[in-house]
T-cell receptor, first 112, second 113 residues
Framework: DAKTTQPNSMESNEEEPVHLPCNHS???????IHWYRQLPSQGPEYVIH???SNVNNRMASLAIAEDRKSSTLILHRATLRDAAVYYC?????????????FGKGTKLSVIP | DSGVTQTPKHLITATGQRVTLRCSPR?????VYWYQQSLDQGLQFLIQ???????AKGNILERFSAQQFPDLHSELNLSSLELGDSALYFC????????????FGPGTRLTVL
């Protein structure tokens, strides 16, 4: 599995954009990059995933570097509900299996 | 609400005992995954079932076993429990053909005294 490096914690003001970085320099060419988040006392929640090009959905945007060794999750306007631990997870599928290997993630605090 | 249900929410038991955790996946999802989250180890993948068959194994102890039934619900059996087995156990499901989008249940908190 590709190793990831994420900041332990970050802070953001409410309604400001947040850029959460992730380094995954050992990622293979076929690994997707997934982002999950875990709100306090809840199970992890899928946020977004991508392979090479940037991706947008209703929750966030994912910017992937051209060399794919890093990616950035962008929350366009942080709300108090976005306070969570964010996990960057490279991974591949194979024969119907897709294990998620969670690291320590980045704990995002949102300041009102 | 992810659509994945887990019972019970909380479980308190003693060392040496055996417990069963239950998971019902979202309608239409064929894969079920089990994860363990403890304070010192973080979230760890235990095992995956796909349409009734074991598909992948992670850091699952020999004292732990799982199965997926014809109606696709799954059970995780933990036996000879130790203090260190105290953790949150999450189940997740995913539909066929998806790439890594898993839907997690609310978890079962196991406390071994």
């Amino acid at each position: 599995d590709a190793k990831t490096t994420q900041p332990n914690s970050m802070e953001s003001n409410e309604e400001e954009p947040v850029h959460l970085p992730c380094n995954h320099s050992t990622i293979s060419g076929t690994d997707y990059i997934h982002w999950y988040r875990q709100l306090p006392s809840q199970g992890p929640e899928y946020v977004i995933h991508g392979l090479t090009s940037n991706v947008n959905n209703r929750m966030a945007s994912l910017a992937i570097a051209e060399d794919r060794k890093s990616s950035t999750l962008i929350l366009h306007r942080a709300t108090l509900r976005d306070a969570a631990v964010y996990y960057c997870i490279p991974g591949r599928s194979g024969a119907g299996s897709y294990q998620l290997t969670f690291g320590k993630g980045t704990k995002l605090s949102v300041i009102p | 609400d992810s659509g994945v249900t887990q019972t019970p929410k909380h479980l308190i038991t003693a060392t040496g005992q055996r417990v069963t955790l239950r998971c019902s996946p979202r309608s239409g999802d064929l894969s079920v995954y089990w994860y363990q989250q403890s304070l010192d180890q973080g979230l760890q993948f235990l095992i995956q079932y796909y349409n009734g068959e074991e598909r992948a194994k992670g850091n699952i102890l020999e004292r732990f076993s799982a199965q997926q039934f014809p109606d696709l619900h799954s059970e995780l059996n933990l036996s000879s429990l130790e203090l260190g087995d105290s953790a949150l156990y999450f189940c997740a499901s995913s539909p066929p053909g998806t790439l890594g989008e898993q839907f997690f249940g609310p978890g079962t908190r196991l406390t071994v005294l």
